[in-house]
């Protein structure tokens, strides 16, 4: 179940870092390169903070070869980089939540506390947009002043957690903590939601 989670959200946020590339005019290396970044980023963190080895994209070469061909597809699709970066929040939200509670998920197994955990989750659902913006210089989203983002995969996190804490089994506790990121970043995007100090 995790893998497919996983799957689900390598292949969001491998379309959020194809057209964020395409806007920016990038040739197909370009946006090969910010597909990866986008898509394999945060778990990579994940991956080298508790020490997970092979690397999960590394360990499953299927994740590259299929954003290399997502890659030679947005080609064929010049209308990608007219796609408006509102037509991107509900995927990414998606994205968000399963990175997040995937992350989490993983660390739990690798021993970690819960506190620890819910960080990581939060690192593995936000680190590869930073990456992805950074190199398309432009400054990380998630650091200026959006609505409620890196604090949804925390929150979702501790839900996930907190599910499993009380005896409910794995599966459902991961659906439950992906929707509760998801629609608390929804929720906040409908009414403004903004961390304290947030403009």
């Known amino acids: 179940m995790l893998q497919f989670i996983e799957f689900l959200g390598i292949i969001t946020f491998a379309v959020s870092g194809i057209v964020e590339a395409r ?3 990038m040739d197909l290396v370009g946006v090969y390169t910010v597909a990866l970044i986008t898509a394999f980023g945060g ?5 080298l903070i508790i020490d997970r080895t092979p690397l999960f994209w590394v360990a499953n070469q299927g994740y590259a070869i299929l ?3 997502l890659s030679f597809g947005a080609f064929l699709f010049p209308g990608l980089s007219r796609v408006s970066e509102r037509a991107m929040l509900v995927p990414d939200a998606l994205g968000l939540g399963l990175f997040s509670i995937a992350g989490a998920s993983f660390a739990l197994d690798a021993g970690t506390s819960p506190f620890i955990a819910a960080l990581l989750g939060t690192a593995t659902g936000v680190f590869g947009g930073v990456m992805r913006d950074v190199i398309c210089n432009e400054i990380p989203s998630v650091f ?3 609505y ?3 604090t949804a995969a925390f929150a979702g996190c501790w839900l996930y957690m907190l599910l499993i804490a ?3 089994a794995k599966d459902p506790a991961i659906f439950s903590g992906i ?7 929804l929720v ?4 403004g939601l903004r961390t304290p100090g947030g403009d």
């Open 144 to 146: 200026r002043n959006r």
């Open 188 to 191: 906040a995007l409908r009414f």
């Open 179 to 185: 929707a509760g990121v998801v629609c608390l970043r």
């Open 166 to 168: 009380v005896g409910l």
């Open 23 to 25: 806007r920016k005019g």
């Open 43 to 47: 778990g990579t963190l994940r991956d």
């Open 67 to 69: 954003i290399l061909a």
């Open 148 to 150: 409620l983002y890196a």
